[in-house]
């Protein structure tokens, strides 16, 4: 069984620009979430994404927004990307219900310069 | 709200050494306790879980177990290996939107 594949592992993106990450998540997971992970914050919830719906966001500006597509693939993007954006993106799916757990992605590296 | 507090790092253990990493937790609800293991450049691989109160998770020699009393789950291991060099993470979740919340990891140095 394949695990959750996420694209591109690295970018790197100057300031003011904007990026797109992409997530594959398990098949048959319809559950999808993102997370930040940098050394000063550690890992940050970002939202969640369950049958195209977002159920759950973190405290994040609204540069950063997720979508979901019907074959529960996820996309999100940040704009107008500012230095504070470099981070391990992680994505991780899960079956629906209570205390899942989650399987993750390796991530997608951001550098932001 | 939902928190988690998570022993402070970095360890250094020698091999075969005895391993505990604290984790308490505060939760609203009846959460699921996770431990979680990031190797360098990759992401988070599940450990271990548990989820209600006196279950013990286990797996790889790790085990911990969940204190509903003491709100913890450290993770504890009884011999090492350099193999076991990574950062750990401590999370629970308790609803439906399957959001995590993460301690802010301990890593694990193991030398020969």
């Known amino acids: 069984k394949a695990g959750v594949t996420q694209t591109p592992r690295y970018l790197i993106k100057t300031r003011g620009q904007q990026v797109t990450l992409s997530c594959s998540p398990i098949?048959?997971?319809?559950?999808v979430s993102w997370y930040q992970q940098t050394p000063g914050q550690g890992l940050q919830f970002l939202f969640e994404?369950?049958?195209?719906?977002?159920?759950n966001k973190g405290n994040f500006p609204g540069r950063f927004s997720g979508r979901q597509f019907s074959n529960s693939r996820s996309e999100m993007n940040v704009s107008t990307l500012e230095l504070g954006d470099s981070a391990l993106y992680l994505c991780?799916?899960?079956?629906?219900?209570?205390?899942?757990?989650?399987?993750f992605g390796q991530g997608t590296r951001l550098t932001v310069v | 709200g939902n928190s988690v507090t998570q022993m402070e790092g970095p360890v250094t253990l020698s091999e075969e050494a005895f391993l505990t990493i604290n984790c308490t937790y505060t939760?609203?609800?009846?959460?699921?306790l996770f431990w979680y293991v990031q190797y360098p450049g990759e992401g988070l691989q599940l450990l271990l879980k548990?989820?209600?109160?006196?279950d013990k998770g286990s797996n790889k020699g790790f085990e911990a177990t969940y204190r509903k009393e003491t709100t913890s789950f450290h993770l504890e291991k009884g011999s090492v290996q350099v193999s076991d060099s990574a950062v750990y993470f401590c999370?629970?979740?308790?609803?439906?939107?399957?959001?995590?919340?993460f301690g802010t990891g301990t890593s694990l140095t193991v030398i020969p």
């Open positions: 939760a609203t609800g009846y959460p699921s």
């Open positions: 991780a799916s899960s079956t629906p219900g209570r205390n899942t757990e989650a399987f």
């Open positions: 098949s048959g997971h319809r559950s």
């Open positions: 548990a989820t209600k109160a006196d």
């Open positions: 994404y369950f049958s195209e719906t977002q159920r």
């Open positions: 999370a629970l979740s308790d609803n439906p939107g399957n959001q995590f919340y």
